[in-house]
């Protein structure tokens, strides 16, 4: 185990890093890194020079005569017979180029000492470009903060030196390092500061947090600007108005010198973290910190700043950002007119980026924005909260009401006919009379609504509710006709909205030529003057059929496709959808790697609040639990999607449910058969083949199992499902297939669970085998255990299908 060495200032250095350190000065002759104040630079090569080397000095930019200091400490080792390390601190402040030059001329002699004579550099800023020579010739190796962060485990190790485990249970002790973790976040300085704390007799962590940061923000207000020019310190303070920015949002807030500016503080510091090609990020640390300074401006300043920073995220489309700076900036107007622009053009995301921000509204401004009321009643029917809904609706129709007293149709009017279309609660069958009547209702009165979001309550566009067939006998006789009532509605939304949901349609009727006849014409229609939400909708849908054929490489290239093109316009809003449709793709041929950092990365928290427009992600992510073999946890997911289906009657996803929680069932070797069979025949009313068969592997055993006998299915249907699943059952063998590790049964416990198979019970066993009762019973706990089986059933299911018989 790693030991850890603390210098009077609580600064670690790990045995791992004094050996890297070590082997790259024999390697390279000199090292430099650099990292920000509070990393403890200074103390950790100290102390690394006072443990490895016998004869070092250290020496500061900083110090009168420096270079004639170095020179002569160079001359005096030159033929020294021990590794001797010279350190140089302060590098960022070396500005003027003769220096420069000198400083170049005296390291290039250190080779002339053999190799004992080595040198470590220490700097808040990047290498500089006098010294990339040395770099490039590999005289010099570039180590920066990263290895100054704390670990978890050095921690742990540096509060145990420090005595603060004394009398603690085991798991107080994994909450105080938890505690440190979450403060410091693996920043030096910052776990000094906790120590310090920690010594005085704190352990409530608010109390805590709230003394580290202050300790910190003190330390740094003493340490960190004390050679700045006056122009550094204020654009720091006013660029901390941003998380990430590129030149063009710095020049928002600092004018045309943003660059020179920028260049210059770079040059003395490692403040930014820099992201080819064009983004900066100042630490996060050193972030909250600028802030608490900014807090010092004048109102009228901060309120420039921040309202300058929120049209630059504005423009770029990160809304949320701009939000939090409209916020700042106590510009409410600015947040209703982004709050509803979000609801009229980010579907139901919206409400995560902007449900806080409207609670900063005062009431009267539903007033002077009746849009407002729209939002709200959006929002509410978003988060499922249908009573809260209908009554911002009902304000909303009352404003109508008002409107038209006073002789005229105005805004009211138009947020009310929109509303009606986009709520998502609904059957479809409200959503189709809608349509027809409001289209009509439009075109008489010459209303111009904005784009209307399909995605929460059309037909079907990925995993909606594929009622589309219900409405009529005949889709094609219906498609011309909701075609021109989607399109008058609508607007750019509609363009290719149709083919989508007709291409879906014949896709699931596995009608798969004409499917992607329709799929493509809408793709390129709405590649030519639609939306890329309806692009990604075609795309998925062509997705499941290219999967269908065994294409699973080619639906996964076309997700990519798509993917990279909403990163690059920006339009993060389908990106969720997008992930979780190529973590589909990763089940299907069982990549669990990539299952796995989907998981990790992109995955909702089935925990958190509830949004409708997560129910694609959440059922992937209970797919993926099942591939895991974490049931409980998918059917904590498919419950919360249950009451989603119920109530707004979402008959398609209620389908995808019954089937993942009967394969659940028959895997735990519980009732299965009911839920299994309901599913079915809501399947056979529109009629849908692959929302069944591409279940493939994971759903043929059940098919194969069930008696269709007695259950009035038609063997038509049960013909063309078969045929299909069998397909997906060979294309792909892997999907979401049940895992069973378990230990090697002995010689007895074989015998006992082919007994039971036979439906002996534990006296008929003991029995036919010559043994006790509870010798038996001793055996079928052990099988269990080791078949991870909950019970009898469950265990002889197992074995069966590994072949144990």
């Not at 630490?283 to 004048?298: E, G, N, T, Y």
């Not at 594929?466 to 094609?476: A, E, Q, Y």
């Not at 995808?656 to 299994?676: H, P, S, V, Y």
Request: net charge positive.
């Amino acid at each position: 185990m790693n030991k850890i060495y603390v210098t009077e200032k609580n600064i670690a250095i790990s045995e791992e890093l004094e050996r890297e350190w070590k082997n790259q000065l024999n390697q390279f002759g000199m090292i430099y890194l650099f990292a920000m104040t509070g990393f403890g630079k200074s103390s950790v090569a100290e102390a690394f020079a006072e443990r490895k080397f016998s004869k070092w000095t250290s020496i500061s930019i900083e110090e009168e005569g420096f270079l004639e200091k170095i020179e002569d400490y160079l001359i005096k080792n030159k033929n020294t017979r021990v590794r001797t390390l010279l350190i140089l601190d302060g590098l960022q402040w070396l500005l003027e180029e003769p220096a420069q030059d000198k400083l170049v001329e005296l390291l290039a002699n250190l080779n002339k000492g053999q190799g004992k004579l080595q040198c470590l550099l220490l700097s808040r800023a990047p290498l500089p470009i006098y010294l990339k020579p040395f770099y490039l010739t590999k005289q010099l190796v570039i180590v920066n903060k990263e290895s100054l962060w704390l670990e978890k485990r050095h921690i742990q190790m540096l509060l145990k030196k420090e005595n603060l485990f004394d009398n603690l249970q085991k798991a107080e002790i994994e909450g105080l390092v938890r505690l440190s973790m979450n403060i410091t976040k693996g920043y030096p300085i910052a776990l000094c500061s906790i120590i310090r704390t920690l010594n005085e007799g704190y352990r409530d962590y608010e109390a805590i947090d709230k003394i580290g940061r202050q300790d910190l923000f003190h330390y740094l207000d003493r340490t960190l600007f004390i050679r700045w020019q006056k122009r550094q310190i204020e654009a720091m303070i006013k660029l901390s108005a941003y998380s990430k920015f590129n030149l063009e949002m710095a020049e928002g807030v600092l004018g045309e010198e943003a660059k020179e500016i920028i260049d210059s503080i770079m040059v003395i510091s490692s403040f930014f973290i820099f992201t080819p090609p064009d983004t900066y990020e100042i630490h996060r640390f050193f972030l909250q910190f600028l802030r608490v300074k900014q807090m010092a401006l004048p109102k009228e300043e901060r309120v420039l700043i921040y309202a300058n920073a929120g049209k630059c995220y504005e423009k770029r489309r990160e809304l949320n950002e701009a939000l939090r700076c409209y916020k700042e900036a106590g510009q409410v107007e600015k947040i209703a007119e982004l709050v509803i622009y979000l609801s009229e053009n980010v579907d139901g995301d919206f409400i995560k980026n902007s449900e806080v921000y409207l609670k900063e509204l005062p009431k009267e401004m539903e007033e002077k924005f009746p849009k407002l009321l729209g939002v709200k009643t959006l929002l509410f029917s978003y988060q499922m909260k249908v009573e809260e809904s209908s009554l911002y609706l009902q304000k909303l129709k009352k404003k109508v009401e008002e409107e038209k007293k006073k002789g005229g149709r105005g805004e009211a009017l138009k947020v009310y006919v929109r509303t009606l279309v986009a709520l998502p609660h609904g059957t479809s069958e409200d959503v189709r009379k809608k349509l027809i009547f409001l289209s009509k209702y439009i075109l008489r009165y010459g209303i111009c609504i904005e784009n209307i979001i399909p995605t929460g309550n059309m037909p079907s566009v990925i995993n909606g509710g594929l009622d589309f067939s219900k409405w009529s006998k005949n889709d094609k006789i219906l498609y011309p006709v909701m075609k021109k009532a989607v399109e008058a509605v609508i607007g750019k939304e509609s363009v290719g909205l149709a083919e989508v949901c007709m291409g879906e349609n014949l896709y699931e009727k596995n009608k798969k030529t004409e499917a992607m006849s329709y799929l493509t014409r809408g793709l390129s229609d709405a590649n030519y003057k639609g939306s890329i939400r309806i692009q990604y909708a075609a795309i998925g849908v062509m997705a499941r059929n290219f999967q269908s054929e065994g294409q699973a490489d080619t639906a996964e290239g076309i997700l990519i496709n798509i993917r990279d093109k909403a990163e690059e316009i920006g339009f993060k809003e389908i990106l969720p959808n997008i992930h979780a449709s190529l973590a589909y793709c990763a089940l299907l041929k069982g990549e669990t790697n990539k299952t796995s950092e989907w998981m990790e990365s992109y995955a909702p928290n089935e925990h958190q609040s509830f949004y409708i427009t997560d129910r694609f992600c959440l059922f992937t992510k209970a797919r993926v639990y099942v591939s895991m073999g974490r049931y409980m946890e998918a059917l904590y997911i498919l419950n919360i999607l249950e009451k989603y289906t119920q109530l707004y009657h979402r008959n398609y996803l209620q389908i995808e449910i019954n089937l993942l929680k009967a394969i659940i069932l028959f895997r735990r070797g519980e009732e299965w058969e009911e839920l299994f069979l309901v599913a079915v025949k809501k399947a056979t009313e529109y009629p849908y083949i692959h929302i069944i068969s591409d279940q493939g592997a994971a759903l043929l055993p059940l098919w194969r199992k069930f008696d269709w006998n007695s259950s009035e299915i038609k063997p038509a249907y049960i013909k063309a499902v078969t045929s299909e699943l069998k397909k997906m059952a060979i294309y792909y063998p892997n999907y979401i297939k049940e895992k069973h590790d378990f230990e090697e049964l002995s010689k007895k416990e074989l015998e006992v669970i082919r007994l039971i198979a036979e439906g002996c019970t534990n006296g008929e066993i003991a029995a036919r085998l010559d043994i006790s009762t509870a010798t038996v019973k001793f055996h079928i706990a052990n099988l269990l255990k080791k078949l991870n089986a909950e019970n009898r059933i469950m265990a002889v299911k197992i074995a069966s299908e590994n072949d144990l018989f």
